[in-house]
T-cell receptor, first 114, second 113 residues
Framework: GAGVSQSPSNKVTEKGKDVELRCDPI?????LYWYRQSLGQGLEFLIY????????KSGLPSDRFSAERTGGSVSTLTIQRTQQEDSAVYLC????????????FGSGTRLTVV | KNQVEQSPQSLIILEGKNCTLQ??????????LRWYKQDTGRGPVSLTI?????NTKSNGRYTATLDADTKQSSLHITASQLSDSASYIC????????????FGRGTSLIVHP
């Protein structure tokens, strides 16, 4: 597609439920990032995928968070047993060459845990 | 530790006025610096990218400067418009290691008519 697509755009879930957030990167972009942005805060790095290399998971806040990227394209971020502090906007970005071309962001998924 | 600090945290100006946003970083070794604009409810959109050898780069009414010696960058907005109201984020990448950039917290700009 022309841009990075994220779905759903909004998600309201009950505390303790699992959620899956989806990211469709730009075709051909080998690098994919997940970030979290809480209200009024900066972007918090979660996880980074680059081609077929093992992902950099150093930003995941707890073992309730996991992500996978199937076939080097679509990525899914899963949050298990959601907590209220997980409420945030989850942004996905992709790039063909981060150092040269920067990143293209999706519009994000706004997650609200009630 | 790689850090990016932005100032001011928020700024309110009248339409038509100019403003300058600041970014100080400690990322090393430096590769490039980008300014992003993030409208409410949207993902960040790139405005400019600057490498070590570049001092100034313009994109319409936006002009970014970079001083690699003092590790400072500024984003100057000329003749502001209501549509400039957004968060402006400074992002710095290192030349080696993981391609995980360091994000500033952003400056929230509000342009009033």
């Amino acid at each position: 597609g022309a841009g990075v697509s994220q779905s759903p755009s909004n998600k309201v879930t009950e505390k303790g439920k699992d959620v899956e957030l989806r990211c469709d990167p730009i075709s051909g972009h080998t690098a994919l990032y997940w970030y979290r942005q809480s209200l009024g805060q900066g972007l918090e790095f979660l996880i980074y995928f680059q081609g077929n290399s093992a992902p950099d998971k150093s930003g995941l806040p707890s073992d309730r968070f996991s992500a996978e990227r199937t076939g080097g394209s679509v990525s899914t971020l899963t949050i298990q047993r959601t907590q209220q502090e997980d409420s945030a906007v989850y942004l996905c970005a992709s790039s063909s060459h981060p150092a040269r071309y920067g990143y293209t962001f999706g519009s994000g998924t706004r997650l609200t845990v009630v | 530790k790689n850090q990016v600090e932005q100032s001011p945290q928020s700024l309110i100006i009248l339409e038509g006025k100019n403003c300058t946003l600041q970014c100080n970083y400690t990322v090393s070794p430096f590769s490039n610096l980008r300014w992003y604009k993030q409208d409410t409810g949207r993902g960040p959109v790139s405005l400019t990218i600057m490498t070590f050898s570049e001092n100034t780069k313009s994109n319409g009414r936006y002009t970014a400067t970079l001083d690699a010696d003092t590790k400072q960058s500024s984003l100057h907005i000329t003749a502001s418009q209501l549509s400039d109201s957004a968060s402006y984020i400074c992002v710095v990448s290192a030349r080696r290691g993981s391609y995980i950039p360091t994000f500033g917290r952003g400056t929230s700009l509000i342009v009033h008519p």
